[in-house]
């Protein structure tokens, strides 16, 4: 997603360490609004898509953005690691539960936007965009770098590994991870992921409120080990998030 443009003062900076990543808060009021709330939902780009109420509605609640350049979506870009993470970090923004401690992109109107002082992973820059989702998402276990020590941001993501990402997210925004996510309606029984590393999470993320289904939502067939389109990841992040409300 783009990177957001805004503009803010400094009222107080604290610092903080959780485990081996130091951080320091920046208490920041913003003087104008992100660039996301004032992103046209009208993409021209979308008419003809499936998912496209539930992309205007995630970009309307703040979950992803479009391109301003040219008023499009991209809905069939392929997602990477660091873009699935913005995504849901943003959705768990929007939840009670600890928001504070929830650094988002773009950061919210005032509030904490959390910088980090030293790499969360070997090939995550301290001045990457994504630098302090990733170090958060990791301290808080919504996802994980590879045993070299990799995070590997720009990779990108199957559906298989949004869903994983996503049944963490939900188990964490259920009070903080201290809840199991529960079935919300009957699971669809998919055709293409008996012994899949994923079976699970597919099986229960479908069961919450539909967050897994079908590819292009037609057949049984989920096609775990296909890339992650920006449709269906908005679609699903956004579904995560309205399940909460149920």
């Known amino acids: 997603m783009l990177k957001p443009i805004f503009n803010f003062f400094l009222s107080d900076i604290t610092t903080k360490t959780f485990g081996n990543v130091t951080a320091i808060i920046l208490l920041c009021a913003f003087s104008t609004k992100p660039v996301l709330a004032n992103v046209p939902i009208s993409f021209t780009d ?7 109420k539930e992309i205007q509605e995630a970009v309307q609640t703040g979950i992803i953005a479009g391109f301003t350049s040219n008023n499009t979506f991209r809905p069939t870009l392929e997602l990477t ?7 849901v970090i943003n959705a768990l923004s929007k939840l009670s539960v600890s928001p504070l401690t929830v650094p988002h992109d773009p950061p919210p109107a005032a509030g904490n ?8 992973y070997r090939d995550v820059k301290v001045t990457r965009w994504s630098a302090a989702m990733i170090a958060w998402a990791k301290l808080n276990g919504i996802i994980l770098g ?14 298989a590994e949004l869903m994983a990402v996503l049944h963490k997210a939900a188990e964490y ?5 201290s809840s199991s996510i529960g079935a919300k309606q009957q699971a669809v029984a998919f055709s293409d992921i008996s012994n899949h590393w994923a079976e699970n999470s597919i099986k229960e993320m479908s069961a919450y409120c539909g967050v897994a289904s079908p590819l292009n939502e037609t057949g049984n067939a989920f096609s775990p080990n296909l890339a992650a389109k920006r449709n269906y990841a908005a679609a699903a992040t956004l579904r995560m998030l309205n399940c909460f409300k149920r």
């Open 46 to 52: 979308i008419n003809n898509d499936v998912y496209a």
């Open 146 to 159: 590879y045993s070299d020590g990799t995070f590997r941001p720009s990779q990108i993501v199957t559906r």
């Open 113 to 120: 936007l959390l910088k980090v002082t030293s790499k969360p």
């Open 173 to 177: 925004g259920q009070d903080g991870g």
């Open 81 to 87: 690691r660091e873009q699935m993470l913005s995504m």
